[in-house]
């Protein structure tokens, strides 16, 4: 999964008088320490895509929003650099202004809707869970504990009697995005189907 972040770290925020408005960077090209923490923790992952669809909502309703937004990264990239709480903390403020200023200016008539959680997750490095398949996986493959953990004694049982029914090969899986992973290759593809390319930001979450 690549998904497409909507915040840029320091590095990039050069190239904001050339576009006009916040860079988005790829998470599966994370490079900063900034970055890596907006892509991998799972509370500034969601918060980061709220406030990309905000941002997207309020740069055709409020004047001057693109500068306001620039000069809170600005802030917010001096005030906490790689620190999670604090940018936990402060994007969660800023979401809050972000959905005030839509609100008000449109006469209190903006309804937000949090943004939807993601099917396949990483609930923290070296784990991933699918909540459409119902089960969870770590470099070892699918795991029974972590389904339970992170998806639910519910899920967990179900996973237990598929694995007994089928005799499933839990070295190998494939999640609902289509992406495969063979822990016995340590390493992930973007299908199971042979000459697959490696994915490499499944891979490095999963397996490094």
Sequence with gaps: MSKVRFIAAAVLLAALPA????ASFNCAQARTPIENAICYNRTLDR??????RLYHEARYTIPGIKTQQRHWIEHRN???????SCLIRLTRQRNDVLRRQIDSYRGGGYKYRPAKRPTVFFPQRGIVC?????????????SIGFTKEYLGSKAAKRLRKNINRYNMDTKAYTLSNGIYCNSRRYRCYQNRYSGAPVNGYYTNRLFR
């Design 130 to 142: 699918d909540r459409k398949g119902k089960f969870c996986a770590d470099s070892y493959g699918i």
């Design 78 to 84: 001096r005030r906490c650099g790689a620190n999670e």
């Design 19 to 22: 576009i006009g408005n916040a």
């Design 47 to 52: 918060l980061d895509t709220e406030m990309g």
